[in-house]
């Protein structure tokens, strides 16, 4: 050992008890016992949907009024209509070209690009907005059609400095991979909420012919309803658990295995 | 295991999941820019000859157009600057249907498109290469030294000996990667200098293609990749659209955005191509395999040749002292096939554990008995020794978990209802292999708090990266896991390997950990006091009053990993369910058992493996691409024509992690999952539907017609 | 997209006559088709008059004195909201299993009920101005005739055209004898018969069915039947969801114990137009409902079927479709899951 080195200070081994709480003097003579080890193991699982992650001060902090809508040159606009509609509660009113889709509206007008374009042909579902309480496709949607209406984008989900629900679930499911097709999912299955809720049938619905006011949603039933948006690294079951836990309230458990 | 072992491992939540299920990840068209142009390509219809006239007087005359680029016009560019697949606007040549031909560039989308549908294009056609079926008996030897026959024994002579044989010839079809964004990129020039925003795998390599094709030093190309909508090898080599977006916004003096649409994706970056595989297996009557032959016969495109190694599987797999695996190509006018999730390995496999699923019922003994039986001690291929190899663990504890047992081993007898229920089972292997990658610790001090910044150019496409990597921080630095700041998919970042082949986690990882070492033992080395116990950067931080310190780690995997043949392997449970009167199978259950080293994180390395599996769902069941051979323009065009999985073709997926230490592939001890939960998947389920029906079909995908 | 001008208007009347005023107009109601094609450059109009303010959505039954004859679905109600309305799912659930089969739930909240008649076939050479076609492009030819078309149709195509028409719910207003009730320019109701309004190709494969230009479907009418309880819709399909039928079929019996006073058939996914089963019709018309009599009526169905170089396995399909389709109409299943 070498003497010149100094020794820890009382404040110093204050600190570096953090960690190692009880049994201090024992570590610093001896070194990290496996007891030790085992109960780092579990501090260190506590927190599930921690302050770790990325952007938890902006999101809230970000205002939700979108600055001004900028102009377009006079060349770019052909066919021009004022639309004035209403996006995540905000009055918006914008001069577009007739052949805008909503979806294009709202990511290069509006400022919105939370709504993706995975196919804009309705194949993929990734566009996936709610007007008037109802999940459609804004790629094939007209925004010229939405005069009068209220869109709600993923972006408008989160309230009052919360997240929406459904957006919880997804981040406790691990519901999303790259997550380019997340916002049409989540904006998908805010709305099937709604349509179980108004006890709508589905293609895998156990009897059609049964008018339900209220649909308890099995797992067939959700991979069904949510079969319009393609997940291209493949996190369907973890949406499906997704929208379980929001629907049922219930904990549902993530399961993986080890062995051997 | 690791000392101090408190984030690895455990099942931390994405980091960058708040972003993602808020909307505001930004992927590579979401970045604005002030007075953008938008460009939209346009492509030949035609699958060989020139192009001898365009006229794009109606285009240029067309509202808000601002430039119409085509080979005329556009500015000399390398062509042998890296990019894939060619099409970079130098000539009039046309090499496969679908071309780039040219770009319209305008004041919106709505004008772009609409302009780019004016252009009109003459061409003098070529007979074309097209018809794989009419061309597949031409094929050669490829010039790939790496795809030259490799012989153990006599396979031939030892197969016509053999006791029990089964000599089958499977295909797979022509298949797309299709990540859910499509290729897309914004450029903006500063000067000399171009920034790309653009869906990147290898964050350096979509840098030095770039700027070598654009002429340009590396320094002056900076690309921008946080987020990537999904990849899966399609952006792992980079293609023509993300210099073509540079060009157009060149030219036009305007930021400018360029989106593939979902039905250019069919041919413009690359594909997996159609395999005709030929796997003979010879045993005897007790089940030892003596012989393995696995031939394949494949396309590449007309000028450059890639080939995805359907043998890899074969040559490892299982130990049989007679082998020989064969590759044969034909050139083809059609866009360059390229890395397509589990390269060779998810195609091969099919026809490899098809074989010996085939072989296991003509031996009348179980499949996974079967296996076992020829499981090979070391590397049948090289004579290596394995680093760690848990393919008997993974049949073992899979076949447990699953209730292997409940399986009749008649095929056609287990019905429930309008439904035949069958069992499958199909093992897969990738390789494990670290890449140099370096990494930036920044550290930080206010008062007690530490906090850190790790710098790489890495990558994350919905693999985790930016989450495994705060993770090994975390605990490389004895800090919380909010404490850190993960910087990645910029190419201002000290260079990294990329989220390919699998290298990712155990590349971008293992250079972080490395660089938590060295930042440590450079806090203590600067230290004047002394410890029992190693202290860590953290304690160092606060006991020196040190307020900023960092240090670059430049990391390389361990010298003696050569001397291990180093692999991830599987086994793979499938139960189907096929409706008796209309062929649809559905995939009920299934389970990867999958022994891959060190789990990070749990949590999304059991999304990327049942992320795999469902890609091999898809492979199995659905997904076709079909050229119409007189054209070679793809029939299947459209989303709605190529059917990927969706939600309800699903069941209940299950991971399972056999426990794996091993320190040879690299100092973490990680193997990769990105593309081992690809490998098998598509066998283990032709497998049950043989079991469930009686039919064995070796032609994918598994459509309804095929079942009748 | 090509330029167009964007027209609203809020009534019918007003509608059509400004369609008319305009040869390249085109009405736009849920537009899940048109805005597709307009996108792909298939579909060209320079106007688009806007339904979507126009107040013709209700479903309600149909009387005649004071007699419920059947049920009226708004021309512009969402196929979601037909799908879901009390009265179809309990008397005429049939419909409501074939419009639920079709699509997405997004789509189907999109989609109208006239608009569904009329989307367009999804053959892909259709689909790609590159490719030549008689539907597209009349006298251009037929790319998928010697192509890739294991999609196409195995029933009533001619060398002009084979494709199929694609719509789900219309196979099911086929089996339940709909008919559809458009406003001509001259504000007078036409009543079409389901079976009359799609086309077979023929010589004039451009055109899908018998709607005039200026003609708006205001509502899709369906006779009271008496086979709710014993009917079924089956679709075969490359997915298990969100894809296009390789064949489908619609059945209704109508039975008195194990007798079949009578049944009702169609097929989707094999012609140019749903497909009515009449062979298989009149072979069962007072059979006992046994399988074997299922299979007599299906193989003979499918005896006239002209299968192309691709899709001769719908031949076989076709005929397990139609027996496990009567299966599960007669054991009362078929409106389950």
Known sequence: MNENKTKLTEEEKKLFGDLMPEELDEIISSGLNRRHFMKLMGLASAGLLASHLIGAEQLFARSAEIGDIADLAPAAIENGINVSFKVNNTAKKVLIDSRATLLDTLRERLDLTGSKKGCDHGQCGACTVIVDGKRVLSCLTLAATCEGKSVITIEGLAKDNELNPMQAAFLKHDGFQCGFCTPGQICSAVALMKEAKEGQASFVTADVRQNQQSVILSDEEIAERMSGNICRCGAYPNIVAAIKEAQTGKNVEQTWLFAG | ?708 | MRPFKFTNTSNASSAINLLIKNPNAKFLAGGTNLLDLMKEDVERPDELIDLGRLDLTAVRPLVTGNNVVGISIGGLGKNTDAANHPLIRKDYPLLTKAILAGASAQIRNMATNGGNLLQRTRCSYFYDIAMPCNKRLPGTGCSAMQGINRMHAIFGWSDSCIAVYPSDMAVALSALNASVKVMQPSGTARIIAIHDFHRLPGNHPEKDNNLDHGELITAIEIPKNKFAANSAYIKVRDRNSYAFALVSVAAGLELAGGKIISASIAMGGVAHKPWRATHAENILRGKMATVENFQMAADAEMEDARPLAHNKFKIGMGKKTIVYALEQAFKGTGYKA
């Open chain 2, 1 to 708: 295991m690791e000392e101090k072992n408190k984030s690895i491992g455990k099942a931390i939540t994405r980091i960058d999941g708040l972003l993602k299920v808020t909307g505001k990840a930004t992927y590579a068209t979401d970045y604005p820019a002030k007075n953008m142009a938008y460009a939209v390509l346009f492509k030949s219809t035609i699958a060989s000859g020139q192009i001898t006239a365009i006229d794009s007087a109606a285009a240029e005359k067309s509202p808000g157009v601002l430039k119409v680029i085509t080979h005329k016009n556009t500015p000399k560019l390398n062509i042998k600057g890296g990019l894939r697949g060619g099409a970079l606007l130098q000539g009039s040549e046309i090499h496969f249907y679908g071309q780039h031909i040219g770009i319209v560039v305008a004041e919106t989308f709505e004008q772009a498109t609409h302009a780019a549908r004016l252009v009109q294009v003459s061409y003098e056609e070529k007979a074309g290469k097209i018809d794989f079926d009419e061309l597949a008996k031409d094929a050669v030897k490829p010039k790939g030294q790496e795809l030259a026959d490799q012989i153990r024994g006599d396979a031939k002579k030892a197969l016509g000996e053999a006791a029990v044989k089964v000599e089958e010839t499977y295909e797979t079809p022509i298949e797309h990667h299709h990540p859910m964004e499509p290729h897309s990129t914004i450029a903006v020039w500063e000067g000399e200098n171009v920034i790309l925003y653009n869906g990147s795998q290898i964050i350096n390599g979509a840098q030095s293609s770039a700027a070598a094709t654009l002429n340009l030093k590396p320094e002056n190309v900076r690309i921008v990749s946080p987020y990537i909508g999904g990849g899966f090898g399609s952006k792992g080599g980079q293609w023509a659209n993300l210099v073509l977006t540079a060009v157009a916004a060149k030219v036009t003096g305007r930021p400018v955005k360029l989106a593939l649409t979902r039905q250019q994706m069919f041919n413009s970056v690359g594909l997996r191509q159609r395999n005709i595989q030929k796997v003979s297996l010879g045993a005897t009557k007790e089940g030892k395999l003596i012989s393995i032959s696995h031939e394949t016969t494949t396309h590449s495109a007309i000028d450059s040749e890639y080939i995805e190694p359907c043998g890899d599987c074969t040559k490892i797999m299982y130990d049989a002292p007679n082998s020989l695996i064969s590759y044969r190509v034909v050139p083809m006018n059609v866009i360059l096939p390229t890395y397509t999730r589990g390269p060779g390995k998810s195609t091969g496999s099919f026809a490899l554990e098809s074989a010996m699923d085939e072989l296991a019922h003509k031996l009348g003994i179980d499949p996974i008995e079967l296996r076992i039986k020829n499981e090979p001690e070391k590397d049948p291929s090289n004579g290596k020794p394995w680093s760690s190899r848990k393919t008997v663990q993974c049949l073992q504890e899979g076949a447990k978990a699953f209730g292997w047992e409940k399986r009749n081993a008649i095929p056609g007898q287990t019905k429930a209802g309008n439904y035949l229920i069958g069992y499958g089972v199909a093992c897969g292997t990738y390789p494990a292999r670290q890449r140099d990658s370096s990494a930036i610790i920044k550290l930080k001090r206010s008062g007690s708090q530490v906090t850190a910044t790790i710098e790489l150019a890495a990558s994350d496409l919905g693999t985790g990266t930016n989450t495994i990597l705060a993770q090994v921080a975390a605990d490389g630095l004895d800090l919380p896991i909010g404490n850190i700041t993960v910087n990645i998919g910029d190419s201002d970042l000290p260079p990294a390997a990329g989220s390919v082949g699998s290298v990712g986690a155990a590349s971008f990882a293992n250079a972080v950990n490395d660089a938590c070492i060295k930042i440590t033992n450079e806090l203590i080395a600067k230290s004047d006091k002394q410890f029992f116990v190693r202290p860590t950067a953290r304690q160092m931080m606060i006991s020196e009053q040190t307020l900023d310190f960092q240090t670059r780690a430049d990391a390389k995997a361990p010298s003696n990993t050569d001397q291990y043949s180093t692999h991830s392997f599987n086994a793979n449970f499938a139960e189907v369910k096929v409706n008796i009167a209309t062929g649809m199978v559905k995939v009920t259950r299934f389970l990867a058992a999958t022994g891959a080293g060190k789990i990070l994180n749990p949590k999304t390395a059991r999304s990327q493996i049942i992320g795999g599996n469902i890609w091999g769902i898809g492979m199995a069941l659905s997904e076709e691409s079909i050229i119409d051979p007189r054209y070679g323009n793809f029939a299947t065009r459209s989303f709605g024509d190529y059917h990927v999985p969706s939600n309800l073709d699903v069941g209940k997926l299950d991971a399972m992690f056999i426990n794996e230490e091993d320190f040879i592939p690299n100092k973490l001890g990680i193997k990769g999952i990105g593309e081992v939960g690809i490998v098998g998947v598509a066998a283990a389920i032709a497998n049950a539907v043989f079991n469930a029906t009686g039919k064995r079909i070796r032609s994918l995908p598994i459509t309804p017609d095929k079942l009748l």
